[in-house]
């Protein structure tokens, strides 16, 4: 069955300081990825997506991600973490099951960022 | 273009009560969802529609009903609500042309039931 798995539940880094989230997937085709976040009080807006070319994917607010097939992980980084970017963060599977297109979410990670 | 609209964005209801949360997309959207997000437990899919007058049913539809007259509008409806409900609702829309199947969210809807 399909699955994702986001490891850390919380993590606390200082400002400036490079972030890395886990992102482990379970899934027997090459996967749609996904990375969202969500602002306290917010729905999820869409960072970044991988369907198929690069395995860097450049998203939005400076993040990247990479997907390795040989991992099965699809990490999500940013080299200097803004204050504003504490919230939730959910990484997201694809897939086709049942007649259609659905997303399998992982249980998300909550950054929280010290001054 | 205001995208994925939800209301009320908060609700209390009594055990028993009914309700139904409102969700609009003006992005010509087949493919609508509704969610429930349980703290720690991501989100999980409660009913999906892949056009208008096709509904189906998600992982946890037990409780729930919903309906799709139109593109636009895709409602749910509790019914009996019970403390089990107690979660916060997000509507999502999506095109049947993105082969990748981006969903865009609404603000959600923080429900709490007595």
């Known amino acids: 069955a399909q699955s994702v798995t986001q490891p850390d539940i919380h993590i606390t880094v200082s400002e400036g300081a490079s972030l890395e989230l886990r992102c482990n997937y379970s899934?027997?085709?090459?996967?749609?990825l996904f990375w969202y976040v969500q602002s306290p009080g917010q729905g999820l807006q869409l960072l970044l997506k991988y369907f198929s070319g690069d395995t860097l994917v450049q998203g939005i607010k400076g993040f990247e991600a990479e997907f390795k097939r040989s991992q099965s992980s699809f990490n999500l980084r940013k080299p200097s973490v803004h204050w504003s970017d504490a919230a939730e963060y959910f990484c997201?599977?694809?897939?086709?099951?049942?007649?259609?297109?659905?997303?399998?979410f992982g249980a998300g990670t909550r950054l929280a960022v010290h001054p | 273009n205001a995208g994925v609209t939800q209301t009320p964005k908060f609700r209390i209801l009594k055990i028993g009560q009914s309700m139904t949360l409102q969700c609009t997309q003006d992005?010509?959207?087949?493919?609508m969802y509704w969610y429930r997000q349980d703290p720690g437990m991501g989100l999980k899919l409660i009913y999906y529609s892949v056009g208008a007058g096709i509904t189906d049913k998600g992982e946890v539809p037990n409780g729930y009903n919903v309906s799709r007259s139109t593109t636009e509008d895709f409602p749910l409806r509790l019914e009996l609500a019970a403390p089990s409900q107690t979660s916060v609702y997000f509507c999502a829309s999506s095109s049947i042309a993105d082969e990748a199947n981006e969903q865009f969210f609404g603000p959600g809807t923080r429900l709490t039931v007595l």
């Open positions: 997201a599977v694809g897939a086709f099951s049942g007649g259609y297109n659905k997303l399998i």
């Open positions: 899934y027997g085709a090459t996967p749609y």
């Open positions: 992005m010509n959207h087949n493919y």
